[in-house]
């Protein structure tokens, strides 16, 4: 009998430790695409400034992301972003990249994850476009 209940105890316990793993790892999701749309944001502003600090005469895109954390077109270091972050779902610095119409210079960036995304709804009024995208590939950051 005491067998029975030490299985039982085990059992619950296996349960119990696997719904606080699931709800650890959807924690961790949430999390992630909460940092995701913070970085995004960041590019989408530095890609704009990028293009607001054009001399005439200059691409208004960088050609690589390194461009927005030194821009070449000046003699004295000048940033628009302050690191090159990561991607926080792939967790790799291989963005997918929008380029410009003549192709010389990035526009946007995207995640490259298929994963559909937890939030669907309630984005700020600056990212309307995100609602019920299927992938976070569809939450394209553009800063032209």
């Known amino acids: 009998m005491a067998y029975l209940g030490l299985l039982l105890s085990v059992a619950l316990l296996s349960i119990a430790a696997l719904a606080t793993l699931q709800v650890h790892s959807l924690m961790q999701r949430r999390a992630a695409e909460e940092d995701l749309l913070f970085i995004g944001q960041q590019y989408q502003q530095a890609l704009l400034s990028y293009a607001n600090a054009s001399p005439p005469g200059t691409l208004r895109a960088p050609a690589s992301l390194n461009d927005l ?71 394209v950051f553009k800063g032209l």
């Open 69 to 139: 954390l030194r821009d070449p077109r000046y003699p004295m270091p000048r940033r628009h972003i302050r690191q090159l972050y990561l991607d926080p779902i792939t967790l790799q610095a291989d963005w997918g990249l929008i380029l410009s119409p003549d192709g010389k210079g990035i526009i946007g960036i995207y995640s490259k994850s298929e994963r559909a995304p937890i939030k669907l709804a309630q984005f700020p009024a600056a990212l309307k476009g995100f609602e019920n995208k299927k992938s976070y590939q569809e939450w």
